[in-house]
């Protein structure tokens, strides 16, 4: 071993390993190896030093070398288990670095490469060519391949749909407080679908508290790992059975949850069919103007933030009825007018198409307002015709 080498792996490097779990499973399928110091040193300080000394690919290759020797002596706890293995990107710019190292590695050990989930911040490549190099080889080897700290910094998606993961691991940054953050939970929610789109399982990595998986659970994602379930640990101190009583408790609040959930969006919808035929109901029984019935409507329901009229071909037969708008408002944002076409909205062709009376949007920003909103459209005869009644509900 070279001697500044010796002397700088004199930190007495040692890996530890956090638990990740599959909720639908009820099991602990991985374990993430992890690099600790017995002073103290903290895995950034530790692979910065090691590239002052230009020995960040010995460093890294030292890391990896005990991870997997550790794991394979885990016995019990690392049986039909997989080991999520980081790998320092910068290795790909290095030629001998690609040349099989980790799966020589991997076979002295005694693992299987299917065993082996490697672990690539891809926003950290600069080389998609070497990248996808990179990935093509060793996913022809059996390994798995995941994506990790997805969503932050410069993620590129183009990169991921190129890849094709088997694993997308969202950010901490995104799972923290999601339970509060709307614009989170819609990021988050959008990477499970492109990740469903992929063939690629996601996971949360950092997860902290009940609310913060219950909410990663609603949106569909099927790995997890964080302090709720277990901080890392040395091999000795492994926390499998912790970890499968935690899940044991978990799971009657989880079914509570979505029990829970469901109830709440049966009575919004309740709610949002009441409103609307309320005010088709307004209208059949008086001779008063959409307009005023709208008015008297969102007099009662403080979350209603507009309120028109189309007719059976989707265009507007109604002025657009408002809450009073905040000078702030950007003019990008502005009601529509009479004889708007809506005919390519959502709310018109699911409603005509799936030849329903009443259909409910997915959440969406208001032209109208600037604000999030669901809108509600009700088919229904009015003075002769077939009328389109679109509530825009605030979310």
Same mark, same amino acid.
């Given at each position: 071993?070279?001697?500044?080498?010796?002397?700088?792996?004199?930190?007495?490097?040692? &890996?530890?390993?956090? &638990?990740?779990?599959?909720?639908?499973?009820?099991?602990?399928?991985?374990?993430?190896?992890?690099?600790?110091?017995?002073?103290?040193?903290? &895995?950034?300080? +530790? *692979?910065?030093?090691?590239?002052?000394?230009?020995?960040?690919?010995?460093?890294?290759?030292?890391?990896?070398?005990?991870?997997?020797?550790? *794991?394979?002596? =885990?016995?019990?706890?690392?049986?039909?288990?997989?080991?999520?293995?980081?790998?320092?990107?910068?290795?790909?710019?290095?030629?001998?670095?690609?040349?099989?190292?980790?799966?020589?590695?991997?076979?002295?050990?005694?693992?299987?490469?299917?065993?082996?989930?490697?672990?690539?911040?891809?926003?950290? #490549?600069?080389?998609?060519?070497? =990248? @996808?190099?990179?990935?093509?080889?060793?996913?022809?080897?059996?390994?798995?391949?995941? =994506?990790?700290?997805?969503?932050?910094?410069?993620?590129?998606?183009?990169?991921?749909?190129?890849?094709?993961?088997?694993?997308? !691991?969202?950010?901490?940054? +995104?799972?923290?407080?999601? $339970?509060?953050?709307?614009?989170? $939970?819609?990021?988050?929610?959008?990477?499970?679908?492109?990740?469903? !789109? @992929?063939?690629?399982?996601?996971?949360?990595?950092? #997860?902290?508290?009940?609310?913060?998986?219950?909410?990663?659970?609603?949106?569909?994602?099927?790995?997890?790992?964080?302090?709720?379930?277990?901080? &890392?640990?040395?091999?000795?101190?492994?926390?499998?059975?912790?970890?499968?009583?935690?899940?044991?408790?978990?799971?009657?609040?989880?079914?509570?949850?979505?029990?829970?959930?469901?109830?709440?969006? $049966?009575?919004?919808?309740?709610?949002?069919?009441?409103?609307?035929?309320?005010?088709?109901?307004?209208?059949?029984?008086?001779?008063?103007?959409?307009?005023?019935?709208?008015?008297?409507?969102?007099?009662?329901?403080?979350?209603?933030?507009?309120?028109?009229?189309?007719?059976? $071909?989707?265009?507007?037969?109604?002025?657009?009825?408002?809450?009073?708008?905040?000078?702030?408002?950007?003019?990008?944002?502005?009601?529509?007018?009479?004889?708007?076409?809506?005919?390519?909205?959502?709310?018109?062709?699911?409603?005509?198409? +799936?030849?329903?009376?009443?259909?409910?949007?997915?959440?969406?920003?208001? +032209?109208?307002?600037?604000?999030?909103?669901?809108?509600?459209?009700?088919?229904?005869?009015?003075?002769?015709?077939?009328?389109?009644?679109?509530?825009?509900?605030?979310?």
């Amino acid at each position: 071993m070279h001697a500044d080498l010796q002397q700088f792996l004199s930190h007495s490097l040692y &890996p530890v390993y956090q &638990p990740i779990l599959d909720i639908k499973k009820q099991v602990v399928i991985g374990l993430e190896a992890l690099t600790r110091s017995t002073d103290g040193a903290s &895995p950034l300080e +530790l *692979f910065a030093e090691a590239g002052e000394h230009n020995m960040l690919l010995a460093f890294d290759r030292s890391c990896r070398s005990a991870a997997l020797s550790q *794991f394979r002596d =885990l016995g019990e706890c690392s049986r039909d288990r997989l080991l999520f293995l980081n790998i320092d990107v910068s290795a790909l710019d290095d030629a001998d670095s690609v040349a099989g190292w980790i799966i020589e590695q991997v076979k002295i050990n005694g693992l299987a490469n299917s065993q082996v989930a490697l672990e690539i911040v891809e926003s950290k #490549v600069e080389s998609t060519a070497k =990248l @996808i190099d990179f990935v093509n080889r060793h996913r022809q080897a059996g390994f798995l391949i995941v =994506l990790d700290d997805f969503g932050e910094s410069h993620s590129n998606l183009n990169r991921v749909v190129q890849l094709k993961p088997d694993i997308i !691991k969202i950010d901490k940054a +995104l799972i923290r407080d999601i $339970q509060t953050d709307y614009y989170k $939970q819609s990021i988050v929610q959008a990477i499970v679908s492109l990740s469903n !789109k @992929i063939g690629a399982i996601t996971l949360a990595e950092g #997860v902290e508290t009940r609310d913060e998986l219950f909410v990663c659970y609603e949106m569909g994602i099927q790995l997890y790992q964080g302090y709720y379930f277990s901080r &890392p640990k040395q091999p000795s101190e492994f926390p499998l059975l912790e970890c499968m009583e935690a899940l044991e408790h978990l799971l009657p609040e989880l079914n509570e949850h979505i029990a829970a959930g469901i109830q709440r969006v $049966q009575r919004e919808n309740l709610q949002y069919n009441s409103i609307s035929a309320d005010i088709i109901s307004r209208l059949h029984s008086t001779n008063e103007s959409a307009e005023v019935v709208a008015r008297w409507i969102m007099q009662a329901h403080l979350h209603i933030d507009c309120v028109y009229l189309l007719n059976e $071909q989707g265009v507007q037969i109604s002025k657009t009825v408002c809450r009073t708008r905040s000078e702030t408002v950007h003019p990008l944002f502005s009601p529509s007018d009479e004889a708007a076409d809506h005919s390519y909205k959502e709310y018109y062709y699911y409603l005509k198409y +799936l030849g329903t009376n009443r259909y409910i949007s997915e959440p969406y920003i208001s +032209l109208a307002t600037g604000n999030i909103c669901r809108t509600v459209s009700s088919r229904f005869l009015h003075q002769g015709g077939v009328c389109i009644l679109c509530v825009d509900f605030s979310v």
